[in-house]
């Protein structure tokens, strides 16, 4: 019997641990009193997993492994979320943590097709993060997206996305948008050797972002954005796996589970189900992420993993120009640097303030590869 | 410019909480510095959104009420979740507490197809709770689960779901499974002139569910049972708006928001999507929501909201059949009363107790409309 290790972290005493140890063990399996599953010799021996540890955490609390068969996990994308945090998720005191899967779980999630080195390969980028920036604020017309898209692309800019909230609007409908913008970072391409991607937003039902990328791609569009906790887990697979050829940018909207470790949703379990790089909030920007925990999701994208490809992390979330070399520093090359609103600040002088941002990434990669390690 | 309202709850003080009000009304709307969205017309007039309400809060902390436009929630169901709680749910000490909506969102949200009146149509059953009871452990092969339907439908039972880690396993695959129960409670209907619903659960990738579905339904299947939150609440919606003719029971795992209002989530938001009964964990069981809770779930459920049809309540999570005349006097005769592992314990006597648990809920109700209010 195959098994899965989930770690989650009890905020219970001493008095307590063991009897909710056994309680979350029984959501996550055969979900009936143990009486039950005696009756069935499969169901006995197959079906029920067991407590592998259970020991104080430091910091207080319970550190609690459980190691859960796959014969429900690894059946659908949608069963093995149910089975590390299904039913669990609703019991209060009760973190996820972290999980472990067996050989039989990595061949049902390949995960990222891209991951790092993919990405690289596909915009050509080496020896430096990759720079990105937002068609934003929601509200622009056509003609509004398509200057901001060509001032990104002259000023040298990789990745240019659209912002979560741009959808299929009447104002900036997505099939006239993904033509309008691919266009122009096609045409700057040609003019100014820079070959930037214009990287759109997936939004709506499964059957609507489908649609949407299946457009998009034969639009010319090598990279598209889709958060996995708007649309589902499970529609991002499906949509990841449909599209070999499509990298994926996961954007972190609706992912602020305070029960479940943000490394481990958004480092773990988005790479798991296919994205390529991963967005998530930076500290010291608009949102309160600790440096610790930005340092963690920035780790776990990275790992080593089986044969998971690592995917990049784009800490993101208001960030300044003027920050550059300090973030570099502190997530190293293998980063994507999404920066929108200290660009679009600049107004008039977006090009300006675009090719300084480029260039203090050139800068602060050179003194950081040069400086003594 | 049509708003909706969100309610918020801001754990912040008052040196602070206004500071964090525009930086949530920021980050729902234009995502921008304000000088920006200035240099643009239709984004400054129409796309800002406004703070209706900034008030301390009842116990502590601020209740903070945003007016959002809905030129970005109503052009698709996953834009809807964005706009209300996307990156916002990242944000810390903030709680999402309600929604309310102008009249052109609810025509993107037409809610429930059944509801309470459209279900008891379905099956026929008026004037008490409808009973339900689960197909479990995981892990049954069909023989095995096919003699619990039987079981279930002879004592009377309403409705018999999946329990919900049952997918399309090697070991009792969907449309073997579907097709065996479906027999039996048709069976079981011209046999004794009771007419149980067998009631699958979909899981999968939207293609899967989609299958499942149009599957289930050409083998006789009115009712079906799927995980919003698994599923994601966009496939969810399609799922539902595709199948006008199928009931959806909506299942809470992975419903654990910590940062949502349960009765917003599960009593409001799933029943916008299209649910027709929700199931969450009743207080005294194996969860451990407070009565407080589990009553404003019920009440979110079944209040009148604009045209959306109320949806049944399904009390549940480790029942005991002894607490029939308790759960039917806290929750009234709109009820789904859902009994598994209380009426699986008594293995060989199932049947027994599967009637005993009929004749209380008829006790139950013949007490409780008897009796002075």
């Known amino acids: ?14 008095a307590e641990a063991e009897v909710h140890a056994r309680s979350v063990l029984l959501e996550q399996t055969i979900e009936t009193p143990e009486g039950v599953a005696q009756r069935y010799p499969f169901v006995r021996d ?32 949608a069963q093995f979320l149910n089975v590390l ?5 609703l019991h209060a005191h009760l973190t996820l943590e972290d999980v472990t899967l067996p050989p039989a779980l990595h061949a049902r999630f390949p995960g990222p097709r891209f991951g790092i080195d993919g990405l690289r390969a596909l915009t ?52 006239d948008r993904v033509r309008r913008c691919q266009d122009t970072v096609e045409e700057t391409a040609a003019r100014t050797g820079h070959r930037a991607h214009y990287v759109p937003n997936l939004s709506g039902t499964p059957d609507q972002v489908h649609r949407q990328l299946d457009f998009a791609r034969a639009a010319g569009v090598r990279v598209v954005m889709a958060a996995p906790m708007l649309l589902g887990l499970p529609c991002f697979y499906e949509l990841v796996r449909r599209h070999p050829d499509v990298a994926v940018l996961a954007h972190p909207s609706f992912g602020g589970m305070p029960n479940i470790r943000p490394a481990l949703l958004l480092g773990k379990l988005f790479r798991l189900y296919g994205a390529d790089a991963v967005i998530f909030a930076n500290y010291g920007g608009r949102f309160s992420y600790p440096q610790a925990v930005c340092a963690d999701i ?19 979330g208001g960030m300044q120009v003027e920050r550059t070399r300090e973030i570099v520093s502190f997530f ?42």
């Open 1 to 14: 019997m195959e098994l899965l290790y989930a770690t989650y972290h009890l905020d219970a005493g001493p």
């Open 46 to 77: 197959q079906m029920q997993g067991q407590i592998e540890t259970l020991a104080p955490a430091v910091g207080g609390g319970y550190r609690l492994v459980l190691g859960l068969p796959i014969h429900t996990a690894a059946v659908d994308p």
């Open 85 to 89: 945090f299904g039913n669990a998720s």
């Open 124 to 175: 050509g980028v080496t020896g430096r993060p990759l720079t990105c920036s937002a068609l934003k604020p929601v509200g622009l017309r056509l003609d509004e997206l398509a200057t901001l898209c060509r001032l990104f692309a002259e000023g040298g800019i990789d990745l240019i996305k659209d912002d979560h909230y741009l959808a299929d609007h009447p104002f900036c409908p997505f099939e």
């Open 298 to 316: 920035a780790a776990t994208l990275r790992a080593p993993w089986a044969a998971v490809r690592p995917a990049f992390p784009v800490p993101a």
């Open 332 to 373: 190293g090359l293998d980063t994507i640097l999404l920066i929108g609103g200290s660009l679009l600040e600049a107004g008039p002088h977006l090009l300006d303030r675009t090719r300084e941002l480029t260039d203090r990434v050139a800068r602060a990669v050179a003194e950081i590869t040069t400086s003594p390690s």
